[in-house]
Each structure stands twice: as structure tokens, then as C-alpha cells.
């Protein structure tokens, strides 16, 4: 019996020890706990032995192991969790985020969601609080300073004044030709026209289409910047890719959520003025538009900048309700922002409203979509460089009252015919806008199975924008009244279909792979009523008007692209990846309509090889390597010649041909991109250092071409020039302190990029950009930059062994001597900085949360339009210094032309008005800051928050709240003398950079703002 009972204990010992030791499958699905979407890459390991398995693209992972063994879940930035297996054949595990996330899955191209440790090519995530912290309603605008390599423009500081973005510099020698980036929201591409009105060189700061998206609803924005990170969305994203995800519902109780803020503005920055001399010309009264008269006594004085600029304000407010479970989720979004200039008769208003959900049909289908309706618009004084709000305010005298410019009959009363009141002209020239906007996409994902996924989106960008531009009679550009009526309609639809696959083959190798198909059509129209010739004054309607002509402007443009992306990585530490694209576009002649293009990059995380990544001071190195390609297409009906009709002259319409006519043989541009960088990490990953350095050549730029009017034609467009730019990058994070009480992180970004011209068409010695006026040019040359300035320095001493070399030389006369002939240009210096950057910090005590960024600038020439005007009127402060003589410090010539002898100066030339008001000598020489130096150091953005203690919400239906204060552009240091320098005079759709001063400009402002969450 006894001998029974020990055998049947060891058999059952040895069955369960059988059944311990055998393997079943377990598989599941690993998630985030930010969003519960899946992670690909997570490193599954049976604790204890070096069997390890990674999760797939869709999160999902399969091992074989046994009952008795525990799973280590790990993935770097996320906290690792482990788990028994147990009689469980199914584990899904939700990771959370450790303290010190580094973003390791960042968003790129389609949506996709990468491991950042995969990437190849560089890349920058902005996370939501970076950019509502701000309280900028603009989003580009919120990224000033905080992304390196990339360079935010603003044309002002007006209500809804648009913003441009740039990216390692400019790659098309055209001017009209678009280099800014592309903008996908949620896999979708996005217009980010300005569409800019321009009408005899008085301009408005349009506002740009990417302004239309509410900042609340963007969870990041991703920026892809070399050619290799945007390969697969094509020819539009050349100039690389900015990659917007939106919030989207999350399963759980619904959330409501609701953020005000109300901010006052001020014009940053004015030009100083004189006060000590009044109205007149060399020193005698006059009541003339200058201020060379006599010394003013006993007469009240007045400050045209300080009378006209106002306070401004702003009010935003934003409501969001989400929700779900696992089988859908929804979230919608309802914001509004007005915002009063610090002008008058200047407004900006936006109205957005969202829906999007997803829908989990079975364990293999899901649907997704969002639908996104904006309005927007007001009204935009005219500003310009000959005539417009600043212009004329600008030239004002400082002896007469801007704020008395009425008659008792409501007419304008002026001091002086030359200009228009500006208190007058903006209230009676301006811009109104009404914006009506769409954006929706629609997508259904298949799965499969676990290693395969097929999905398909379509999206709409519809856009109508209705705009009247008004000019009341008696103004000076409009003496018998005018109005314009134009209407934009824009519409592009886009379709992607791809499938990926993910598959892992033994215990180190995976290999990812996506196929897929694209389909962009646009369709843009623009029709234009002019009217002149106003019938009764003071009444805006375009019926009220004797003369009338009419524009269109119709376009449609067909682009068709296949696409392939291959990543194979070995052991999550080296990983390949080749994409390769074919686009056909409508614009191109047909024996050059396709054009395909690759990429290939290499990312290699050495510290893995070298066991370091548990190392306390150095954890986390990877290197990384790219060359890529992309195309880029011509605008539409730029191939041939082309006809349009003209108006009826005594019953008779006619046809006109074109003046430009394109080649039929004209090829895609190509930029080539070559791309090195490395990302380290140091003490845990509490220090981190991005670097890049990357080089781009364009070719086959796409340029109009001058000829001889003998051909019948004065333009050509075809295919010639070269550019090359190089970039370096570094970006920087510390998470210095992370307690449970106090936080504090610092991070900082500096780049520079330069671009060199290494070819022009043939027969074109140089292509110039729009100029302020026949003195000044920017003029791109072969072997010159973009952004080049040409104009006419001070004649020097040029022999190096002379102890004189590089001092002014002076003439007979008194004054330094201007080169010869004036019809020749000579190289003054480049609008471009030299390098920007942005350092900030966060801090966290408790409840408290305080933030701020500097932005800097080194470099860059900018020409400051109105200090010509305030040299011309006498108004500026520089022009105290008057009817004095004064000797110019630098040398004269007692020898001969040939064979000069320096000589310290001697001579004494008088300075007065006739001296200021010469345009060659003084206003524009760089020497006499004709151009200056728009280096700068400003405090871009500083924020204090407080989180309302849960304790005294308690008993409330208020989940969490807090209060902020937010200053934006608070505090610029800067030597340039004017209004700030940042701001662009020809607006936000313009290449010319560096003329500055002619806009409203650019503002401070400061918010209150509260935020609740339900």
C-alpha cells in the first residue's frame, strides 16, 4: 500500500512537472497608456533565458513559453512590467510612460506611427502643451524658436496677419515658386496658401491657411525636414513636411473640457523720432509733408506712432467633449477667437467646429473620420511700400495733430496733398475677408492578420474665400473711389491606399514593409469684379460703381504617385530602410510626366552593441544616415502658350496671347539630400543631444527666363540652376531635477544653413526678387546666396598693405565717395541670419508650472523701408544731427588715381537736409545703416500656470482647473533701429525676405486664461 501511494505522488509530481515545463503560445497586444494605441518595437523577453520577441507595427507579438515562466515587457521611455504566464494564452499589456519620455514613436509619413529609434533621417516632435502654452491662435507662430533649422516669418502684427515657414533654406530660384512645406493633418495633405492680393505694391497681411486649424485640437506636430523623411508624400513635400496629429476620443467616462483666456496686445517696438525741429524745407516753415524747418517753440508736438498705435485684444475660447469605449470613441471640438488690432478698422474673427470618431466594426475592420468646418475673416488695412497705413503715418510731421483729419462735411481734412491721413486712409481703405473652410477625411483600416494591414483614407480641403477691397474716392490711390469683389475657391481631394506588413523572423530579425497608391486632384478658381469710378460716396457695394472689369483665373493640376517603404532591422539596434516613389503630374509635357525617385537611410543604436544601455553616464547612442530624392512639378499651364480674351472695345472683344510660353521638353526639379547625425543620451537619459549636418542640391530649377521680344514672347520657362544648401543642427534636452515635487528642464536648439548658387540658366547672368525700389535688389548670381543684397557701399581702401586697408575714402567734397558707375551693383551683404536658435526652461513646484523661451537671431541684413522715408521727411531721430560740419572719419587720396597716397581725413562736409535726403550717399549706404543687422534676443514666450488643488474641487463636478498668465514676444534686445525686424513687408506668401517695416507691426501681447476640465 505504501509502495502504491509513493508511486502514484510521483506520478502526479511528474505530471505537473510535464505540464510546467510545456511551452504554449501566448500572444496579445502592448498599448500606450497617453492613447491606448499600439507600440511597435516593444521588446518581449521570457525573464531569466534570451528568448526575446518584438511587437509588429500593429503592437502585437507571439512567444512561446511556459506556464511557469514570467514575460518582461520593456521599451525604451516606458516602464517595464513583468508578468507571469501562468495558464494565460492571451496577455495584452498597457505600458505607461516613464518620467523622462523621450517621444520614442513619433508620427511620420501617412500617419504612421515609427519608432524614433528607426529613423534614419532627423526629425523634431512638438507636443500640444508646447504649442497651446503659447495662446497663439496662429499654430506656425507657435513654434518660433522651439524647432531647429526652421525659420517662422510673420508678416506683422496685425489681426490674423499670416506667418511663413521655412525649412534649411530656399531650393527654387524662382521667385513666385513656393518653398515652404508641406502640411499633412492626420495622414491628409492640407493647404497652406496665403493666396496674396497685392495692388501697386500696397499689400495685406493675408492670413495663412494653416492658421484655420484650432491649436486645442492638435495632440503633436511632427517636422520632417530632408527629403528623406518626406519621400513618400511626394513632390509637395520638397521642401519637407510638417506632420500634424489631432486629438481623438479615448474609451472611458466622456471628458468635457473648456479653456478661455483674454489677452491685451502693444506694437512692440517704434522707431524713435525728433522733436526739436517742425514743418518745413532747409530750416524755413512750410506746411509740407517734412520736417526740415525751423526749431519748434511754443508749439504742442506730437508723436504720430504714439497717437495712432492702440491697445489691442484677443479672446479665445475653446470646448471639447470626448469619450468611447473599445468598440468606438468620438470627440468633438467648438472654438471661437476674436481679435482687435492695435490699429484701427482692424479685425479678426474664427469660428471652428470638429467632429471625429472611430469605430471598431470587428476585431479586423475599423473606420475612422473627422469633419472640420472653419470660418474666418475681417477686415486688413492696405499697407505697402509707396502708399498705405504706415507709409503714411511714417511720413507725418510732428507738429500737426494725426487725430484731426476731418472736416465738418466728414471729408479727410490733410496738412499737406503728398499724403493721406493715416487715420483716415485706414478706415477708408481696407480688406474684408470671409472665409469659409472643410476639412474631412475618411478612413477604414483591415486587418488582415497579425502580420498585415490594408488601409485607405480619403480627404477634402474645400475653401471659399470672399474678399472686398475697398477705396473710399478722394484718396490718393483712388481720387474717384474703387472696389474690388474677389471670390477663391480652392478644392483638392486626396486619396492614399496602402498596405503594411510586419513581419518577424526568428528571434532578431523584423522586417516592415508598405506598399501603397496616391491620388491628388486640385481645382482652384479666382474671379475678380473690379469697379471704379464710385457713383455716391461712402457706399461699399460694387453695384456703385461707372467702369467695371473682370479677371479668372480658373486652374486644375492632376498628381498620381505609387510609393514603397521597406525597414528591416536586426536585433531593434540596426535598422535599413528604402523607400521608393513614381508621381505623374498633369503640369509636366507627357514624355516627362513621370519621374521617380528613392531614399535610403541606416540607423544603427550602438550602445546596444556595446552593452552601455544600462550604463549611468552614457545609455542611449545612435547613429544614423540618409540620401534621398524628391521631385517637384511646374505650377499649372506654364507649358506652351496660352490665350486670353480681353474686354470688348466699341462692340469688339478680342484675344490676347500670353507673353510667356513654357518649354515642352521642361523636367521635374530634383532636390538630392544627404543627411548624417547621431542622438545620445547621458545619465538615464536625463541629457540628450540631437546633431545633424545634411546637404542639399537642387537641380533643374524651373525658372522664367528673359528674352528678346523679337520671339514674341518675353518670358521662357524652362528647366536650369542649381542650388546647394547645408544645414547643421543641434538640438538639446536636460531633465536636470524630477522629484515628486519640483521638475525643472531645459532645452535648447541652434542651426545654420547656407545656401550657394551653383548654376544659372544659360544666357541669365542674374534672376532678381522683388525690389523695393531701382536702388536695392536682392539678385541671385551664380557663385551669390538667396537673399543676396546689391546696392552701392562706401568706396574703400583695398590694398592689404596699406595701413589703411578697409577705411572709408572721402572725396574732395567732404563726403565718402559712392562707386561708379551707378548702373553697376555691387554685394552689400544677405537678408538671411547667419544662425538661429531657442533656449527655454521648465519649471514645476507643486501646483506651479512656469516656462519660458528665448529666440535668437545672429546675422542677416534686413533694409528697413521707412528709415528711408524718416532720412527723406526729417522726422527721424538720426536726422537731430543737422546743419553741423563734420568730418568723416577715414582716409583721402593726395596721389592719383593710379597710384594713390591715404592720408588721414581733414575735410569737413556739412550735414543738412539735402545731405539726408540723398538716396545714393546716405538713406541707403550700409554704412550708414541704409541695411542693417537684424540680430536679436527676445524672450519669445514665458508662461506661469497653477493646477487648482483637487482638494478643492472635491465636492464639485470639476475634475481639474487651472489658471494662467502667458506673455508672448514679451522683451526684444536688438541694435536694429525701426519697428521689430521680423516682420516681412511683401506678407507671408513672398520669397523676398528682409524688407521690413511698411506692415503693422509686430506685437507683444500678454494673456489671462483658465482652463476646466469636467
Known amino acids: ?68 515562466d514570467v514575460l518582461v515587457f520593456s521599451y525604451i521611455g516606458m516602464i517595464a512590467q513583468e508578468i507571469a504566464v501562468g495558464s494565460n494564452s492571451n496577455l495584452n499589456v498597457v505600458l505607461k510612460p516613464t518620467a523622462n519620455n523621450l517621444n520614442e514613436v513619433v508620427v511620420t509619413a501617412l500617419g504612421v506611427k515609427q519608432q524614433k529609434r528607426a529613423l534614419g533621417y532627423a526629425t523634431q516632435e512638438i507636443k500640444a502643451a508646447d504649442i497651446t502654452n503659447t495662446n497663439q491662435s496662429n499654430v506656425i507662430n507657435a513654434l518660433k524658436g522651439k524647432a531647429s533649422g526652421v525659420q517662422i516669418t510673420s508678416a506683422g502684427g496685425g489681426a490674423g496677419a499670416g506667418s511663413r515657414i521655412q525649412i534649411r533654406g530656399i531650393n527654387s530660384l524662382n521667385p513666385s515658386a513656393d518653398n515652404q512645406p508641406l502640411f499633412v493633418v492626420d495622414g491628409i495633405p492640407i493647404s497652406n496658401n496665403t493666396d496674396q492680393i497685392a495692388v501697386n505694391n500696397d499689400n495685406f497681411q493675408n492670413t495663412n491657411r494653416a492658421a484655420d486649424i484650432n491649436p486645442d485640437d492638435i495632440e503633436t506636430m511632427t517636422i520632417l525636414k530632408g527629403p528623406a523623411a518626406s519621400v513618400l508624400y511626394g513632390l509637395r513635400a520638397a521642401n519637407g513636411a510638417v506632420i500634424i496629429t489631432t486629438k481623438s476620443g479615448k474609451s472611458g467616462k466622456p471628458s468635457f473640457s473648456y479653456k478661455t483666456s483674454y489677452g491685451f496686445e502693444d506694437v512692440t517696438k517704434k522707431p524713435p523720432i525728433q522733436m526739436t525741429y517742425g514743418n518745413g524745407n532747409n530750416g524755413a516753415y512750410s506746411p509740407s509733408v517734412n520736417s526740415w524747418g525751423p526749431k519748434i517753440e511754443g508749439l504742442p508736438t506730437y508723436n504720430p506712432y504714439d497717437l495712432f498705435f492702440k491697445t489691442g485684444h484677443q479672446a479665445q475660447n475653446s470646448f471639447t467633449f470626448s469619450g468611447g469605449n473599445e468598440s468606438a470613441t468620438y470627440f468633438t471640438s467648438i472654438a471661437n477667437s476674436t481679435q482687435n488690432g492695435v490699429v484701427p478698422n482692424n479685425n479678426y474673427g474664427k469660428t471652428s467646429v470638429k467632429l471625429a470618431g472611430t469605430l471598431k466594426v470587428s476585431d479586423k475592420v475599423k473606420v475612422e473620420g473627422s469633419a472640420n468646418y472653419i470660418n474666418s475673416g475681417g477686415k486688413d488695412p492696405r499697407t505697402g511700400i509707396s502708399s498705405g497705413t504706415i507709409y503714411y ?24 496733398a503728398s499724403i493721406d491721413n493715416p487715420f483716415y486712409f485706414t478706415e477708408n481703405a481696407f480688406l474684408k475677408t470671409n472665409v469659409n473652410r472643410l476639412l474631412g477625411n475618411l478612413g477604414v483600416e483591415y486587418k488582415a492578420n497579425d502580420w498585415l494591414t490594408f488601409n485607405y483614407k480619403v480627404g477634402l480641403d474645400h475653401y471659399t474665400d470672399f474678399r472686398q477691397v475697398y477705396n473710399e474716392t478722394g484718396l490718393l490711390i483712388s481720387p474717384l473711389g474703387s472696389m474690388t469683389e474677389q471670390r477663391i475657391s480652392y478644392n483638392e481631394v486626396n486619396s492614399n491606399l496602402f498596405a503594411r506588413a510586419s513581419k518577424q523572423f526568428g528571434d532578431k530579425w523584423n522586417v516592415n514593409f508598405l506598399l501603397g497608391h496616391s491620388f491628388t486632384h486640385f481645382a482652384k478658381t479666382n474671379l475678380s469684379l473690379n469697379g471704379a ?54 503640369t509636366l509635357p507627357p514624355k516627362n510626366r513621370s519621374f521617380f525617385y528613392p531614399s535610403t537611410s541606416l540607423s544603427y543604436v550602438f550602445t546596444e552593441t556595446l552593452g552601455l544601455q544600462d550604463n549611468p553616464i552614457f545609455n542611449y547612442g545612435k547613429l544614423r544616415a540618409s540620401y534621398a530624392e524628391v521631385g517637384k512639378d511646374a505650377d499649372a499651364y506654364q507649358i506652351g502658350e496660352y490665350f486670353s480674351t480681353l474686354p470688348a472695345f466699341n462692340g469688339v472683344s478680342g484675344v490676347r496671347r500670353d507673353i510667356k510660353v513654357g518649354s515642352e521638353s521642361l523636367r521635374p526639379e530634383r532636390t538630392k539630400g544627404l543627411e548624417f547625425g547621431g542622438e545620445f543620451h547621458f545619465f538615464r537619459n536625463k541629457i540628450t543631444l540631437d546633431a545633424n549636418y545634411a546637404i542639399l542640391n537642387s537641380i533643374d530649377q524651373i525658372v522664367p527666363v528673359p528674352i528678346s521680344y523679337a520671339s514674341g514672347y518675353d518670358i521662357f520657362v524652362t528647366n536650369a540652376g542649381k542650388i546647394r544648401n547645408k544645414s547643421i543642427e543641434f538640438l538639446f534636452t536636460a531633465n536636470l531635477i524630477n522629484t515628486s515635487q519640483f521638475k525643472l528642464d531645459i532645452n535648447a536648439n541652434w542651426s545654420q544653413t547656407k545656401g550657394r548658387v551653383l548654376s544659372m540658366p544659360p544666357g541669365v547672368s542674374e534672376i532678381q526678387f522683388n525690389p523695393e525700389s531701382p536702388w536695392v535688389k536682392q539678385i541671385i548670381k551664380t557663385g551669390g546666396r538667396p537673399g543676396d543684397w546689391y546696392g552701392w557701399p562706401y568706396t574703400r581702401v583695398t590694398d592689404p598693405s596699406s595701413q589703411y586697408n578697409g577705411q572709408l575714402i572721402i572725396g574732395a567734397d567732404g563726403y565718402p565717395i559712392i562707386p561708379q558707375p551707378l548702373s553697376n551693383n555691387y554685394l552689400i551683404g544677405n537678408a538671411y541670419p547667419d544662425w538661429i536658435g531657442g533656449l527655454g526652461s521648465t519649471m514645476s513646484y507643486k501646483g506651479f508650472t512656469f516656462s519660458f523661451l528665448f529666440n535668437f537671431r545672429k546675422g542677416g541684413d534686413v533694409f528697413d523701408i521707412p528709415k528711408t522715408q524718416r532720412f527723406s521727411t526729417g522726422i527721424g531721430a538720426e536726422t537731430e544731427l543737422r546743419n553741423a560740419m563734420v568730418i568723416f572719419k577715414g582716409v583721402k587720396n593726395v596721389g592719383t588715381t593710379a597710384q594713390p597716397v591715404y592720408v588721414p581725413n581733414d575735410q569737413k562736409a556739412l550735414i543738412d537736409q539735402s545731405f539726408y535726403a540723398n538716396s545714393f550717399p546716405y538713406k541707403l549706404a550700409p554704412e550708414n545703416n541704409g541695411f542693417q543687422d537684424a540680430s536679436w534676443i527676445r524672450l519669445q514666450n514665458v508662461s506661469l500656470g497653477y493646477d487648482l488643488p483637487k482638494s478643492w474641487l472635491s465636492r464639485t463636478f470639476i475634475k481639474s482647473a487651472s489658471i494662467s498668465v502667458t506673455a508672448n514676444n514679451l522683451w526684444l534686445s536688438t541694435k536694429f533701429i525701426g519697428f521689430d525686424p521680423e516682420a516681412s513687408a511683401y506678407g507671408a506668401g513672398s520669397n523676398s525676405v528682409g524688407y521690413v517695416g511698411t506692415g503693422i507691426p509686430s506685437t507683444r501681447s500678454i494673456y489671462l486664461g483658465l482652463n476646466v476640465n469636467f
Open 1 to 68: 500500500m505504501k509502495k502504491k501511494l509513493l508511486l502514484l505522488l510521483w506520478g502526479t509530481f511528474m505530471l505537473a512537472t510535464q505540464a510546467l515545463g510545456q511551452q504554449i503560445s501566448v500572444s496579445g497586444k502592448v498599448t500606450s497608456s497617453d492613447d491606448l494605441m499600439p507600440i511597435p518595437g516593444v521588446s518581449v523577453k521570457i525573464k531569466g533565458s534570451s528568448t526575446v520577441v518584438q511587437t509588429n507595427t500593429n503592437g502585437v507579438y507571439s512567444i512561446k513559453a511556459t506556464s511557469s
Open 393 to 416: 503715418l511714417m511720413r507725418h510731421t510732428n507738429t500737426v495733430d494725426p487725430r484731426d483729419y476731418l472736416n465738418p462735411d466728414g471729408s479727410e481734412k490733410t496738412y499737406n
Open 533 to 586: 469710378q464710385a457713383v455716391v460716396p461712402n457706399v461699399e457695394s460694387i453695384n456703385n460703381y461707372n467702369v467695371y472689369t473682370t479677371t479668372t483665373f480658373p486652374g486644375k493640376k492632376n498628381i498620381i504617385g505609387v510609393f514603397g517603404d521597406l525597414t528591416v532591422s536586426y536585433d531593434n539596434t540596426v535598422f535599413m530602410n528604402v523607400t521608393a516613389r513614381n508621381d505623374w503630374s498633369s
